[in-house]
């Protein structure tokens, strides 16, 4: 019964018990405890690369005879093409073979090399360079013009090829040669580089009609407003005025709706101001600004009011110019007072006018628009109107006391329970030092640390009064400090630091055991460093 329990037909008379493989047991491990001494990864690499034995390289092999060099040519070559054979898109491989067979002075097989890369990849340019090079190395010029001519066929829009052709025919003096290769290249419209390039090539040997026929043909090409300035110029260096004004004309009559317009415009009526004719200047200024769009004509207007202050009325442009951009803020800030880059911009032109009443009047009904929100990301940009408002009235109308009160009234508007900005107060500060009033600058830093304590504030009112060598402050700040902050590893390592400087050992040391006593730190590796640093006491 057993067996028949146990047997299996496809296994004859054994059981599979007895067909069983028994793997061994796994060793158990007494001792789990960890070796005396521990072997590293960087132990055991170092004794493998001791251990390795040294590389196998081949035999120098010195070359004796025709019947050797044979051998080690045929031998190269056939491990070049069996390397051709496995990777033949790798051009690398392809230069690698050439260049070898240069070396070997066989220019016919180096040439054979070449061309059969090129039949693998005739787009890749770096070839034709090379194809190229190497036949100018050796000085076989025909075979040269051959490469560079059926590069610059199959591939036109490689500007390289042709700077390298021209550039061969020039350096040897073919410069008919030369400019027959830049008639082909141009007839393929090539970008601006190209046709300026072959403009100074011409202007090298003095040929300024030839260079002022292609300058007609690049406008053609490239109707932009660079180009024509390019050519009225290239005529004004010429001494040329009147041909460089019919230039300026004729781009005026095509561009005249340009988006670079301003650009072309701006470039005319400096051309005439050089030839001192100051009502022509004028006129283009007014018919820029009656043609162009507003949005686009910032330059052109600061370039007007420039302008008619050195040859103008001021009460005129004033009138005319500033008077239409006015109108345009108002409609800005009208529509969205909130927009304070618009107040900035009418501010910024106010400015420019030199009119105090207006400039502050603009300035008043800027920061009226408070942000409605008491979030810091919404009066980030608002902040700088402040800021703006007071460096005006201490800088340009020096008017110290609305300074002060700008300050007073911006630092008083900030809600400093829910946020502050730093700088404000700073600059309050720095204004009352350069007015000499060191206590009103203790005593806005003061109201800074009592209503909305910075980083910043704090370092600077130190370095102020460090400054002025008042030392007895300065502990006192570095107390108000680490009341306020006393994770602040800075400022343990600081306060801790000046103690030091001043021969004050003990006292540095009872900081950095108070600091190190602290619950939690931010930095406690740079409280440690310093420690380390300026030990020992």
């Known amino acids: ?103 070997q002075k066989d220019f016919n097989r180096a040439r054979s090399v070449w061309e059969r890369a090129l039949e693998v990849d005739y787009r890749n340019h770096t070839l034709w360079l090379k194809y190229a090079e190497v036949e100018m190395k050796n000085k076989f010029i025909n075979h040269a013009r051959n490469v560079w001519d059926r590069a610059v066929t199959l591939l036109p829009r490689v500007d390289q090829l042709w700077y390298k052709y021209i550039h061969m025919e020039e350096m040897l003096g073919n410069i008919a040669g030369a400019r027959q290769i830049f008639e082909r290249w141009m007839g393929w419209m090539p970008d601006q580089q190209g046709w300026l390039s072959y403009i100074k090539f011409e202007l090298r040997y003095n040929e300024v009609e030839r260079a002022r026929g292609i300058f007609e043909r690049f406008v053609q090409c490239h109707p932009k407003v660079s180009a024509w300035i390019r050519y009225a110029k290239f005529e004004m260096k010429n001494g040329e005025v009147a041909r460089a004004r019919n230039v300026y004309e004729k781009a005026v009559q095509k561009l005249a709706d340009d988006e670079e317009a301003e650009m072309l415009f701006v470039a005319f ?8 004719e100051t009502e022509r200047a004028r006129c283009i200024y007014k018919f820029a600004l009656d043609h162009i769009p507003k949005g686009r004509a910032e330059d052109l207007y600061r370039k007007f ?189 600081k306060y801790a630091e000046l103690e030091r400087s001043l021969s004050e050992t003990e006292r540095a040391r009872s900081i950095f055991e108070l600091a190190i006593a602290q619950p939690a730190l931010d930095m406690p590796e740079l409280l440690w460093k310093v420690i380390y640093m300026l030990s020992p006491f």
Request: aromatic fraction near 12%.
């Open 1 to 103: 019964m057993a067996s028949n329990k146990d047997g299996d037909p496809s296994l004859g008379y054994l059981t599979r018990k007895d067909t069983e493989v028994k793997l061994p047991r796994p060793t158990r491990v007494k001792n789990k405890t960890p070796a005396p001494i521990q072997i590293t990864a960087e132990q055991i690499l170092r004794e493998a690369r001791e251990r390795q034995e040294a590389d196998i390289r081949p035999p120098k092999q010195k070359i004796t005879d025709s019947t050797e060099l044979g051998d080690y040519r045929l031998r190269k070559r056939k491990e070049f093409e069996d390397l051709i054979r496995r990777v033949r898109w790798n051009i690398s491989v392809w230069i690698k073979y050439a260049q070898w067979e240069e070396s």
């Open 269 to 276: 009526a400096e051309f005439e101001e050089r030839c001192k």
């Open 305 to 493: 009011v420039a302008f008619e202050k050195q040859y103008g009325d001021k009460e005129g442009i004033e009138d005319a110019i500033v008077g239409k951009r006015r109108f345009q803020y108002e409609d800005e800030v009208r529509k969205n007072p909130l927009n304070y880059d618009a107040w900035f911009d009418y501010i910024r032109l106010e400015e420019s006018v030199t009119n105090k009443v207006r400039i502050r009047e603009v300035y008043e009904r800027a920061i009226a628009n408070v942000p409605p929100a008491q979030e810091k990301r919404y009066w980030q940009r608002y902040i700088y109107l402040w800021i703006n408002y007071a460096l005006y009235e201490e800088l340009d109308a020096e008017d110290i006391e609305q300074t002060r009160e700008v300050y007073r009234e911006c630092l008083n508007l900030i809600p400093h329970e829910k946020f502050s900005f730093a700088k404000i107060w700073l600059l309050a500060a720095q204004f009352e030092i350069r007015q000499l009033n060191l206590n009103g600058a203790r005593q806005v830093l003061g109201n800074a640390i009592g209503k909305a304590p910075k980083d910043k504030i704090f370092k600077k009112y130190i370095e102020i009064e460090l400054q002025l060598g008042n030392i007895d402050r300065c502990r006192k700040l570095y107390e108000k400090y680490l009341e306020w902050s006393p994770e602040n590893c800075y400022a343990w390592s």
